[in-house]
Nanobody, 129 residues
Framework: QLQLVESGGGLVQPGGSLRLSCAASGFTLDSYAIGWYRQAPGKEREGVSCISSSGGITYYVDSVKGRFTISRDNAKNTVYLQMNSLKPEDTAVYYC??????????????????????WGQGTQVTVSS
């Protein structure tokens, strides 16, 4: 059974860093594009970053460019989101999701969010002093 488990969230002060992990089980990630999403209280879910199945193409929403880095380790069947220079507005539950990439789903300016599914349970990130 396909399963994603996010971890690495927590409470951090503004300017701090966290590294989120998304571990897959029941399938191998190497043919899947992966996306990180977040949802803050009272707000719609937002796409944060995506990475192509090859790992060679990444997408970031403007608000996190230069601060967040997505990466994947297919040997560990895990995807990461390194978050630096965190701001209070980054506070949200962060989720990962996957999509089999039979056609390109990720460019540097676009991520086909509607194609992603198999959501994990999420990990809470709180940025506060």
């Amino acid at each position: 059974q396909l399963q994603l488990v996010e971890s690495g969230g927590g409470l951090v002060q503004p300017g701090g860093s966290l590294r989120l992990s998304c571990a897959a089980s029941g399938f191998t990630l190497d043919s899947y594009a992966i996306g990180w999403y977040r949802q803050a209280p009272g707000k719609e879910r937002e796409g944060v970053s995506c990475i192509s199945s090859s790992g060679g193409i990444t997408y970031y929403v403007d608000s996190v460019k230069g601060r967040f880095t997505i990466s994947r380790d297919n040997a560990k069947n895990t995807v990461y989101l390194q978050m630096n220079s965190l701001k209070p507005e980054d506070t949200a539950v962060y989720y990962c999701a996957v999509a089999p990439e039979r056609v390109p789903l990720v460019t540097t300016t676009y991520c086909a969010a509607s194609k992603f599914g198999s959501w994990g349970q999420g990990t809470q990130v709180t940025v506060s002093s």
